[in-house]
């Protein structure tokens, strides 16, 4: 009987039920059906978020609950930090841009943005920039750029990590637009690096290039700048002897 029970969860996908059925007690059969669909619905809700977190890769498990709101960093006018968490620049396809000193929480943000977004069901993807443009280049050399590119085809949230600490080849920099200029208005971006605007002609070579990513990132973006002490250099300095 077991075994039948457990193979018409798996029909009706629902797998946990069979497993739970023992662990639930309730005075009613109502309230013991009630009890057991509720815990399969968040074991459900679980392993999505589980699934969504892995599809996204980030680097690193740093989360909004660890990070360091220091005065340093500076928000736009038009944008405060608890509408920053609430993700709303998501769900108006809007994006962010953090630029500062390395060191300086960047990443941690974007990353525990990205996090919040997968458990809130939003579809993410982390990429550190020097490494995208690599595989843009690897699949345009195969003739397989377009099949990359549908990967980001339900992706709502895209994590550009480090842009400017590597420049690009030409044709690394034409695809990497390609690829931003067909997210633009359709999601959104966060994208942290160490340098102004003003510089990212070292990074993209061709200044109308540069100028053109620029105007496509920054046209429905929230920018922050992030200022004083790197927290990675402050926290080796306090454990020197």
Not at 74 to 92: C, G, K, W, Y
Request: net charge positive; proline share 3%; aromatic share 8%.
């Amino acid at each position: 009987m077991r075994q039948t029970i457990e193979a018409l969860c798996q029909e009706l996908r629902l797998p946990s039920i069979a497993q739970l059925m023992s662990t639930v007690e309730a005075p009613t059969k109502e309230e013991w059906l009630h009890q057991l669909l509720t815990l399969e619905v968040e074991l459900k809700e679980a392993r999505r978020i589980d699934r969504l977190m892995a599809q996204a890769k980030f680097t690193h498990t740093k989360t909004l609950e660890t990070y360091d709101w220091h005065p340093h960093i500076r928000l736009p006018d038009s944008h405060t930090r608890e509408q920053l968490v609430s993700l709303a620049f998501i769900h108006a396809r809007q994006n962010l841009v953090c630029i500062g000193a390395p060191g300086t929480g960047k990443s941690h943000l974007a990353i525990g943005l990205g996090r919040k977004a997968c458990q809130n069901g939003i579809e993410t993807r982390f990429w550190r920039v020097g490494e995208l443009v690599l595989a843009l280049e690897k699949a345009w050399q195969a003739n397989q750029l377009e099949q990359f590119k549908k990967q980001f085809s339900r992706v709502k949230l895209i994590i550009l990590d480090e842009m400017g600490y590597v420049p690009f080849t030409k044709n690394g920099s034409e695809l990497l637009f390609q690829l931003i200029s067909d997210w633009y208005e359709q999601k959104s971006i966060i994208i942290t690096s160490n340098l102004e605007f003003s510089s990212w002609n070292k990074v993209f070579i061709d200044p109308r290039l540069t100028s053109a990513l620029v105007d496509r990132l920054i046209h429905h973006a929230h920018v922050l700048s992030f200022t004083g002490e790197s927290y990675r250099l402050k926290h080796a300095l306090s454990h020197r002897d």
